[in-house]
């Protein structure tokens, strides 16, 4: 079975500075796709970025980008020019390529972008 | 935009009380996902559906909890009796079927945030 793992619970940064989330991932698939969820406070779950695990460039969407290490199983979320906005629950997800599509998810770290 | 329908938003039960929740998907998705969210912690998928079918259910409590989907559209998740643990943050999501490589991540609702008193 997959596992996800986020080892931070909580962090901060202030407004504008950078911050990375971490996220390990156990897995004995060659084929799958990792990905990070937001959860702000009003609840709803949304797609920040995704990576597919058979490519070997880092997924970036505009201030979020991944540092994907495929053979420590690691796959950490930097953000960028942080802010308030991005105050929320960080998940970190797992998802094997084919059988079922379900996502498994880590624990979450909760982020606070401070002005 | 389309989104996940999802309703009640709040539910307050009183334990062994039975209790209903009701999912939207977008219009097209025919996987349609339950998700539970205890307080602090990811969600974890309780079933999953592929059309009216269900693909996935190996983490249901199905002595007392229950899913349907039965035209393939809308879907109701059914707590039979309730118990104090099962206050949680239920999600719904749903996908289209075979992206293939593309892998899309699903849409999901702003849930159901269901107490047991």
């Known amino acids: 079975a997959q596992t996800v793992t986020q080892s931070q619970p909580e962090m901060s940064v202030q407004e504008a500075e950078t911050v990375t989330l971490s996220c390990t991932y156990d897995t004995s698939e060659n084929n799958y796709y990792l990905f990070w969820y937001k959860q702000p406070p009003s609840r709803q779950m949304i797609l920040v970025i995704r990576q597919e695990a058979y490519k070997q460039q880092n997924a970036t969407e505009n201030r979020f980008s991944v540092n994907f290490q495929k053979a420590a199983k690691s796959f950490s979320l930097k953000i960028s020019d942080s802010q308030l906005g991005d105050t929320a629950m960080y998940f970190c997800?797992?998802?094997?390529?084919?059988?079922?599509?379900?996502?498994?998810f880590g624990k979450g770290t909760k982020l606070t972008v401070n002005p | 935009e389309a989104e996940v329908a999802q309703s009640p938003r709040y539910k307050i039960t009183e334990k062994s009380q039975a209790v209903a929740f009701w999912c939207d998907p977008i219009s097209g998705h025919a996987t349609l996902y339950w998700y539970r969210q205890i307080l602090g912690q990811g969600p974890e998928l309780l079933v999953q559906?592929?059309?009216?079918?269900?693909?996935?259910d190996s983490q249901l409590p199905k002595d007392r909890f229950s899913a349907e989907r039965l035209k393939g559209v809308d879907s109701t998740l059914k707590i039979q009796p309730a118990e104090l643990g099962d206050s949680a943050m239920y999600l719904c999501?749903?996908?289209?079927?075979?992206?293939?490589?593309?892998?899309?991540?699903?849409?999901f609702g702003s849930g159901t945030r269901l107490t047991v008193v």
């Open positions: 559906f592929q059309d009216e079918s269900v693909v996935d």
């Open positions: 999501a749903s996908s289209p079927v075979g992206q293939g490589i593309y892998s899309a991540g699903y849409t």
């Open positions: 997800a797992f998802r094997r390529q084919g059988g079922s599509e379900k996502l498994v």
